[in-house]
């Protein structure tokens, strides 16, 4: 049984699936900010800088199950531990300064 976090690694330009995909089919948490107006937040867990699936976006479900089956495909699993499903982040406060919300 592995275990899986929620986070997905940020690896642009890195050739990594999962980040890419779920960039690609707009899954992840955004946040509203001052500057920048509306973009994936990043936070901060075990693999460093992570973007959070929405799973109350309408393509976060397919995706994640995509996901799955493709771990499935390499490593065979009857379960799967997921931990820190409750979004947790590493960063006290704001990971980005650019991503300072928006008041």
Same mark, same amino acid.
């Given at each position: &049984? =592995?275990?899986? !976090?929620?986070?997905?690694? &940020?690896? =642009? ?12 089919? /707009? ?21 460093? *800088? %992570?973007? @959070? =699936?929405?799973? @109350?976006? +309408? ?6 199950? !995509?996901?799955? !089956? %493709? &771990?499935? /495909? #390499?490593?065979?699993?009857?379960? #799967?531990? *997921? !931990?820190?499903? *409750? ?6 406060? #704001?990971?980005?300064?650019? +991503?300072?919300?928006?008041?």
């Amino acid at each position: &049984m =592995p275990i899986l !976090d929620a986070g997905v690694a &940020m690896r =642009p330009d890195q050739d990594y699936k999962a980040y890419q995909t779920g960039v690609d089919k /707009d899954v992840f948490l955004k946040i509203k900010t001052a500057e920048n107006g509306t973009q994936n937040f990043i936070g901060s867990v075990w693999p460093n *800088e %992570a973007l @959070f =699936p929405d799973f @109350f976006a +309408q393509n976060t479900v397919g995706w994640w199950h !995509d996901q799955l !089956d %493709a &771990m499935h /495909d #390499l490593i065979k699993f009857d379960g #799967l531990w *997921e !931990d820190m499903n *409750e979004v947790s982040n590493f960063c006290l406060g #704001l990971c980005k300064q650019n +991503q300072k919300p928006a008041v």
